[in-house]
């Protein structure tokens, strides 16, 4: 069983920077395919970025050149560096874990094992 503990959300005005952290729990965290998602009001739960076991990242394109995901393995820790935010970033950030040893990261919810219980983030304009 993996446990995946988020914190580092905030308030924050538009422009700033957040860096959201995921503690996981777990001997093999560094095989594990990390991912960050989000869910805004009313919406459904989009991928973010992820990271596999290699160091391979992939983002959604409304956060390419913004956002940077990365890993410390050591640390059993995944990280989401968010710079220029803007309101429409504004929502609940999910941590998630794709135990399955996969390197292909994909941006569908159903594909990770294990979620941590998000942070919210909330960017005022």
């Known amino acids: 069983q993996v446990q995946l503990v988020e914190s580092g959300g905030g308030l924050v005005q538009a422009g700033g920077s957040l860096r959201l952290s995921c503690a996981a729990s777990?001997?093999?965290?560094?095989?594990?395919?990390m991912g960050w998602f989000r869910q805004a009001p009313g919406k459904d739960r989009e991928f973010v970025a992820g990271i596999n076991w290699s160091g391979i990242t992939y983002y959604t394109d409304s956060v390419k050149g913004r956002f940077t995901i990365s890993r410390d393995n050591p640390r059993n820790t995944v990280y989401l560096q968010m710079n220029s935010l803007k309101p429409e970033d504004t929502a609940v950030y999910y941590c998630a874990a794709d135990s399955d040893f996969r390197l292909t990261i994909s941006e569908s919810s159903a594909e990770y094992d294990y979620w941590g219980q998000g942070t919210q983030v909330t960017v005022s304009s």
């Open positions: 777990g001997p093999t965290f560094s095989s594990y395919l």
